[in-house]
């Protein structure tokens, strides 16, 4: 079953503006991961934050935990039109599951 | 460096064919192998996860089988496919521990007709 729950489904802005994303999930967590995938092409990995972490930072992107809430929000600050893919949530419960669970994505659209 | 190959990168069969992809990682020893499907603009379903050779978990019942008969080769198959098979499939593989993340492979796009 999908751990992972993304919206908006599909989220289209201008370039220059900032992009939140919002992934919301079901059972405890070791640690929440947000990957990218261009049209057609396999996911690639953008960032991870352990479930004792409340915000991490990498570069335009800006991602917070909220345990609590069992949700995450990925920012893409100053988007570009090379922005524009699929952006999935994906979770690893540990306890020695290593497993990982995926949402079912936003696609952000950054028109030029 | 670690890589990831999986092929073929496209494949058409017909309902009834017999179905066998490969994925096999390099640069790494003892991966955590997965086999994801992606029906179009939709997520991704874990259909087959194994932590070593031989050892297998399939995640959801279908018409799919995946075996791991060496430490970095991962195959998913199948006897006859249907036409809910159609979709693109992802071959991923992490290392040990509790924060590891995943890489993938290019995928395959299948169209049963």
């Known amino acids: 079953s999908q751990q992972g729950e993304e919206d908006p489904q599909a989220l289209s802005i201008q370039e220059g503006e900032n992009a939140t994303m919002n992934c919301s999930y079901k059972t405890s967590i070791n640690n929440l991961q947000w990957y990218r995938q261009n049209s057609g092409r396999g996911l690639v990995h953008l960032i991870l934050i352990r479930s004792n972490e409340r915000e991490k930072h990498s570069g335009r992107l800006r991602v917070t935990l909220d345990t609590s809430k069992k949700s995450s929000s990925l920012l893409i600050t100053a988007s570009r039109a090379a922005d524009t893919a699929s952006y999935f949530c994906?979770?690893?419960?540990?306890?020695?599951?290593?497993?990982?669970?995926f949402g079912k994505g936003t696609k952000l659209t950054v028109n030029p | 460096s670690q890589t990831i190959h999986q092929w073929p990168a496209t494949l058409v069969q017909p309902v009834g064919s017999p179905l066998s992809l490969e994925c096999t990682v390099e640069g790494t020893s003892n991966p955590n192998l997965y086999w994801y499907r992606q029906a179009a603009g939709r997520g991704l379903q874990l259909l087959f996860y194994s932590i070593g050779i031989d050892q297998i978990s399939s995640e959801v019942p279908q018409n799919l089988s995946a075996s791991r008969p060496q430490d970095r080769q991962f195959i998913l198959s199948s006897k006859k496919l249907l036409l809910s098979d159609s979709g693109f499939y992802l071959c991923a593989w992490s290392g040990r521990g509790a924060s590891v993340k995943a890489f993938f492979g290019q995928g395959t796009r299948l169209t049963v007709v």
């Open positions: 994906a979770t690893s419960k540990g306890g020695g599951s290593e497993k990982l669970v």
